[in-house]
């Protein structure tokens, strides 16, 4: 008779302590790990301006570059071409293979 009562008791236990006590304490993990940290905003804060330098950069270079050749996007859009060019010519003039590369108007 002791045992007929143990088991339901073991369960609604479980049920209703176990259960709620297991969730509880996952969802405090996740929502501890969720936020982010002054260590990860202080890097945030050095990457972005690191990119905002960058891009700085980047523009007084294009404008440098633009004013010294004009035409210098249009040679730049194709640099592996461009590359794959200069290379058979090296290759060429090397005496590597004797296929003359094809020159582009």
Same mark, same amino acid.
């Given at each position: 008779?002791? !045992?007929?009562?143990?088991?339901?008791?073991?369960? *609604?236990?479980?049920?209703?302590?176990?259960?709620?006590?297991?969730?509880?304490?996952?969802?405090?993990?996740?929502?501890? /790990?969720?936020?982010?940290?002054?260590? !990860?905003?202080?890097?945030?804060?050095?990457?972005?301006?690191?990119?905002?330098?960058?891009?700085? $950069?980047?523009?007084?270079?294009?404008?440098?570059? /633009?004013?010294?050749?004009?035409?210098?996007?249009?040679?730049?859009? !194709?640099? *592996?071409?461009?590359?794959?060019? !200069? $290379?058979?010519?090296?290759?060429?003039? =090397?005496? $590597?293979? =004797?296929?003359?590369?094809?020159?582009?108007?």
């Amino acid at each position: 008779m002791h !045992d007929e009562y143990m088991i339901p008791i073991v369960i *609604v236990a479980i049920l209703f302590i176990g259960l709620p006590w297991l969730v509880f304490h996952y969802v405090t993990k996740w929502k501890s /790990q969720a936020t982010i940290t002054t260590e !990860d905003e202080n890097l945030l804060d050095e990457l972005h301006d690191l990119a905002r330098r960058l891009d700085e $950069r980047m523009s007084t270079i294009e404008r440098i570059v /633009q004013a010294d050749n004009p035409n210098w996007r249009a040679i730049a859009a !194709d640099p *592996v071409e461009t590359a794959l060019e !200069d $290379r058979s010519e090296r290759l060429y003039e =090397s005496g $590597r293979t =004797s296929n003359r590369p094809a020159r582009r108007t």
